[in-house]
T-cell receptor, first 113, second 112 residues
Framework: ETGVTQTPRHLVMGMTNKKSLKCEQH?????MYWYKQSAKKPLELMFV???????ENNSVPSRFSPECPNSSHLFLHLHTLQPEDSALYLC????????????FGQGTRLTVV | GENVEQHPSTLSVQEGDSAVIKCTYS??????FPWYKQELGKGPQLIID?????GEKKDQRIAVTLNKTAKHFSLHITETQPEDSAVYFC???????????FGTGTSLTVIP
């Protein structure tokens, strides 16, 4: 148990659906991240939030929309996804942006059909 | 931007032997190098890290070495056990703090 909880663990959605991934951290951290993990590829940083403000967006398609209502919660809203978006989506948190000790959740395995 | 290369992509060792995984990075501004272990169905978990002002760090059977001049760092696991079987990722973090660059991962199998 890393202190970072993601739900759901598995999600299957059609290309016309709208769904949301949820992440919650109980570590008192100030920075939260969304990563995409695809087979045979490095982890891809999607979004970084620091103190609820988005500070990094690595040119992610607009069909992915993050939301950070407070420093403990992070959402990733999904709509009109493509099959190539199927991957493991990982949430992580760290004390702040400068300190690198990131703690990861167990991920949401997303399948787009 | 940073480029992190990790080798090998797969590694099989006999139980009790040592395993070594190597990473190289390109950005001299990187100053923090964590290693993560990811077991099947789980997220990556930090196992050891090293900062650029240190050349070596050890924690029981796990050690990490850093050569800043050559821009490479390595993970060493001694006396491997079956439960060490997992995918291991290296990462390089810039001194601005908000860029995590990960290697492509090494799938380690420890054969009993």
């Amino acid at each position: 148990e890393t202190g970072v909880t993601q739900t759901p663990r598995h999600l299957v959605m059609g290309m016309t659906n709208k769904k949301s991934l949820k992440c919650e951290q109980h570590l008192g951290h100030n920075a939260m991240y969304w990563y995409k993990q695809s087979a045979k590829k490095p982890l891809e940083l999607m979004f970084v939030y620091s103190l609820e403000e988005r500070v990094e967006n690595n040119s992610v398609p607009s069909r992915f929309s993050p939301e950070c209502p407070n420093s403990s919660h992070l959402f990733l809203h999904l709509h009109t996804l493509q099959p190539e978006d199927s991957a493991l989506y990982l949430c992580a948190s760290s004390q702040d942006r400068v300190r690198g000790e990131a703690f990861f959740g167990q991920g949401t395995r997303l399948t787009v059909v | 931007g940073e480029n992190v290369e990790q080798h090998p992509s797969t590694l099989s060792v006999q139980e009790g032997d040592s395993a070594v995984i190597k990473c190289t990075y390109s950005d001299s501004a990187s100053n923090y190098f964590p290693w993560y272990k990811q077991e099947l169905g789980k997220g990556p978990q930090l196992i050891i890290d090293i900062r650029s002002n240190v050349g070596e760090k050890k924690d029981q059977r796990i050690a990490v070495t850093l050569n800043k001049t050559a821009k490479h760092f390595s993970l060493h696991i001694t006396e491997t056990q079956p439960e060490d079987s997992a995918v291991y990722f290296c990462a390089a973090i810039s001194n601005t703090g908000n860029q995590f660059y990960f290697g492509t991962g090494t799938s380690l199998t420890v054969i009993p």
